[in-house]
């Protein structure tokens, strides 16, 4: 039994950080990068086509992890984006579960962001253009709970008002600023700068192994140290997770970006844009290696037949996929992609937990507007629920659907 758990353990270190991370890196890095470069002017560009908006917005969400969507929010606060192209973005939201499901479900995953797209920039129009009874929904929540602000992001039934943007009009978003570093040991800061190079040697050792990884198929890569394939594959790999965890629990006080998933519309310099990359994607491994051991050990310690169930609930997997998307944050979405990707869940509840959850990008409109994105995560739950239920009664499950 003890070898059972850390043979787990071990590999959920090692694969966690080579399949799943190492791409996180290289998305995150390539969305800071054009920030870095553009300085800001797409931003501008947004603001000047209104009726883009929504589209742009399930584009941005598209993106896997929650990157792109995570930027959409402040513009939101800011008034530079409508209400529908909240909702877009987040229907469209991929989230970091994206990384677990396109590495090892690529066919599955497709579809079911495709068929998330869709709905977005859909119900993103519908909610500019007719409202969708936003305004109702925004009073309903308003008497559960007093709003912290005006509620104004949802005022108007959700439809732009004339000469503007129907939003928040903040001077500032002080929320959705990245941190400077809070530490003032010199040693600590050297050691966590030296962390975070290390860091990026392993990410790119990672990039490779998992790039061939996918090339060959996904088989199965033994657990050795060694200058072979194998080898290279769990030293990066266990590597990359430890100074994941140092950067994120202990080296963000001294190399900044503290507040992982609160987007900026600039960097300052390209070392800012890649401390930023390695430090949203070092969060990402907490949560990553955080949700393969909450899927795998009670599955082999307790000899779980997940799928058995999942198919014994019918039109409730479903369901459930989509109520799960109401948690904010990636954790609980990568726990279902991973029961995915073993075959565990049908195919029809992860494509409604891929519309309905919203990942990070939730966290700072929390923490400026509650009630907004109160209203915004039950509007993305009504499309999940919808095409959810629709594909298990059109198609049935699809157990195993697309998984490699």
């Given at each position: 039994?003890?070898?059972?758990?850390?043979?787990?353990?071990?590999?959920?270190?090692?694969?966690?950080?080579?399949?799943?991370?190492a791409f996180v890196a290289v998305t995150v890095l390539l969305?800071?990068?054009?920030?870095?470069?553009?300085?800001?002017?797409?931003?501008?560009?947004?603001?000047?086509?209104?009726?883009?908006?929504?589209?742009?917005?399930?584009?941005?969400?598209?993106?896997?992890?929650?990157?792109?969507?995570?930027?959409?929010?402040?513009?939101?606060?800011?008034?530079?984006?409508?209400?529908?192209?909240?909702?877009?973005?987040?229907?469209?939201?991929?989230?970091?579960?994206?990384?677990?499901?396109?590495?090892?479900?690529?066919?599955?995953?497709?579809?079911?962001?495709?068929?998330?797209?869709?709905?977005?920039?859909?119900?993103?129009?519908?909610?500019?253009?007719?409202?969708?009874?936003?305004?109702?929904?925004?009073?309903?929540?308003?008497?559960?709970?007093?709003?912290?602000?005006?509620?104004?992001?949802?005022?108007?039934?959700?439809?732009?008002?004339?000469?503007?943007?129907?939003?928040?009009?903040?001077?500032?978003?002080?929320?959705?600023?990245?941190?400077?570093?809070?530490?003032?040991?010199?040693?600590?800061?050297?050691?966590?700068?030296?962390?975070?190079?290390?860091?990026?040697?392993?990410?790119?050792?990672?990039?490779?192994?998992?790039?061939?990884?996918?090339?060959?198929?996904?088989?199965?890569?033994?657990?050795?140290?060694?200058?072979?394939?194998?080898?290279?594959?769990?030293?990066?790999?266990?590597?990359?997770?430890?100074?994941?965890?140092?950067?994120?629990?202990?080296?963000?006080?001294?190399?900044?970006?503290?507040?992982?998933?609160?987007?900026?519309?600039?960097?300052?310099?390209?070392?800012?844009?890649?401390?930023?990359?390695?430090?949203?994607?070092?969060?990402?491994?907490?949560?990553?290696?955080?949700?393969?051991?909450?899927?795998?050990?009670?599955?082999?310690?307790?000899?779980?037949?997940?799928?058995?169930?999942?198919a014994a609930a019918g039109l409730l997997a479903p369901i459930?996929?989509?109520?799960?998307?109401?948690?904010?944050?990636?954790?609980?979405?990568?726990?279902?992609?991973?029961?995915?990707?073993?075959?565990?869940?049908?195919?029809?509840?992860?494509?409604?937990?891929?519309?309905?959850?919203?990942?990070?990008?939730?966290?700072?409109?929390?923490?400026?507007?509650?009630?907004?994105?109160?209203?915004?995560?039950?509007?993305?739950t009504i499309p999940a629920l919808l095409v959810g239920v629709?594909?298990?009664?059109?198609?049935?499950?699809?157990?195993?659907?697309?998984?490699?």
């Amino acid at each position: 039994m003890l070898d059972v758990v850390v043979d787990i353990f071990v590999a959920s270190v090692r694969d966690g950080f080579v399949q799943v991370s190492a791409f996180v890196a290289v998305t995150v890095l390539l969305f800071s990068y054009v920030q870095y470069k553009t300085d800001g002017r797409l931003i501008q560009k947004l603001r000047e086509h209104e009726r883009a908006q929504p589209f742009v917005g399930a584009l941005m969400g598209l993106t896997p992890g929650c990157g792109g969507a995570i930027v959409m929010m402040p513009l939101y606060v800011r008034g530079t984006v409508s209400f529908g192209t909240v909702v877009a973005t987040l229907i469209a939201t991929a989230g970091d579960s994206a990384f677990v499901i396109l590495a090892l479900a690529p066919e599955a995953g497709l579809y079911a962001y495709a068929i998330a797209f869709v709905s977005a920039v859909v119900f993103g129009y519908a909610v500019d253009t007719v409202g969708l009874g936003v305004g109702r929904v925004d009073r309903a929540v308003g008497r559960l709970e007093t709003a912290v602000t005006d509620g104004g992001a949802v005022a108007n039934g959700g439809l732009p008002t004339p000469g503007g943007s129907q939003v928040h009009h903040y001077e500032a978003a002080e929320c959705c600023e990245v941190d400077a570093p809070t530490g003032e040991s010199p040693l600590l800061t050297r050691l966590s700068e030296l962390a975070l190079g290390l860091w990026w040697i392993a990410a790119v050792g990672a990039l490779v192994a998992g790039v061939l990884y996918l090339a060959r198929g996904a088989p199965d890569v033994p657990i050795r140290l060694g200058l072979d394939y194998a080898g290279a594959f769990t030293v990066f790999g266990v590597a990359g997770t430890a100074l994941s965890f140092y950067l994120y629990f202990v080296g963000r006080r001294y190399v900044g970006h503290g507040h992982v998933g609160r987007g900026r519309d600039t960097f300052a310099n390209v070392t800012e844009t890649l401390t930023h990359a390695a430090m949203e994607t070092s969060f990402v491994t907490v949560w990553v290696l955080a949700a393969y051991l909450l899927y795998e050990y009670p599955v082999a310690l307790l000899n779980l037949d997940v799928a058995a169930i999942a198919a014994a609930a019918g039109l409730l997997a479903p369901i459930a996929g989509a109520a799960l998307g109401l948690i904010p944050g990636c954790g609980p979405q990568i726990v279902l992609a991973t029961a995915y990707a073993e075959g565990a869940i049908p195919f029809s509840a992860l494509t409604a937990n891929a519309i309905s959850q919203d990942g990070d990008a939730l966290f700072p409109l929390i923490a400026i507007d509650k009630k907004a994105a109160v209203v915004a995560s039950i509007y993305t739950t009504i499309p999940a629920l919808l095409v959810g239920v629709g594909l298990h009664a059109l198609f049935g499950p699809m157990f195993g659907f697309g998984v490699l």
